[in-house]
T-cell receptor, first 110, second 113 residues
């Protein structure tokens, strides 16, 4: 069993829909990252959080440390949001190293 | 501001040939440096990380090696490439305090034929 599990693996939505991607982990962590990988392969770090909630534009990330769960929400989705979204955790005893989920392929249709 | 450069963007190499991918960071000092690989249809996997010059930690046994000859230079190498080395390689850096935001290079698509 992977230490970081994401769901769903694939998600197709219509433009304007509210989207949620979930991440569960089974280890103690010091931080959690949400990353966005574009079709060309480039990766952008969206959020790094260790508690609570962060918001940037139409993106919202939440984390519940007790439940070992994080969610990434996209409001008013747009075709340009189509990408792979990756959850990654910094395991407590690992220094700065990340352990990655398998990613969620999001496709937003116009 | 900090920038990260990774090259080449794409590379096609025959089996058994050597490999050298280079990554440099500008605008910061003593960064943590990382090499990741994304095999086709799979998630990212940490290959190596470094917290300082000459300090390399390997996460998984493999056909690859890494070196950090200078503070802001990280090199991924192989003496003889295998077919299974094909994939998308990403260099990244973070501040040395740890747990901080990661900054990724643009990646190298390596095809071993």
């Amino acid at each position: 069993k992977n230490e970081v599990e994401q769901s769903p693996q694939n998600l197709t939505a219509q433009e304007g829909e509210f989207i949620t991607i979930n991440c569960s982990y089974s280890v103690g962590i010091s931080a959690l990252h949400w990353l966005q990988q574009h079709p060309g392969g480039g990766i952008v770090s969206l959020f790094m959080l260790s508690s609570g909630k962060k918001k940037h534009g139409r993106l919202i990330a939440t984390i519940n440390i007790q439940e070992k769960h994080s969610s990434l929400h996209i409001t008013a989705s747009h075709p340009r949001d189509s990408a792979v979204y990756i959850c990654a955790v910094v395991v407590e005893t690992s220094g700065s190293r990340l352990t990655f989920g398998e990613g969620t392929q999001l496709t937003v249709n116009p | 501001s900090q920038t990260i450069h990774q090259w080449p963007a794409t590379l096609v190499q025959p089996v058994g040939s050597p490999l050298s991918l280079e990554c440099t960071v500008e605008g910061t000092s003593n960064p943590n440096l990382y090499w990741y690989r994304q095999a086709a249809g799979r998630g990212l996997q940490l290959l190596f990380y470094s917290v300082g010059i000459g300090q390399i930690s390997s996460e998984v046994p493999q056909n690859l090696s890494a070196s950090r000859p200078q503070d802001r230079q990280f090199i991924l190498s192989s003496k003889k490439l295998l077919l299974s080395d094909s994939g998308f390689y990403l260099c990244a850096w973070s501040w040395a305090t740890g747990g901080e935001k990661l900054f990724f290079g643009s990646g190298t698509q390596l095809s071993v034929l």
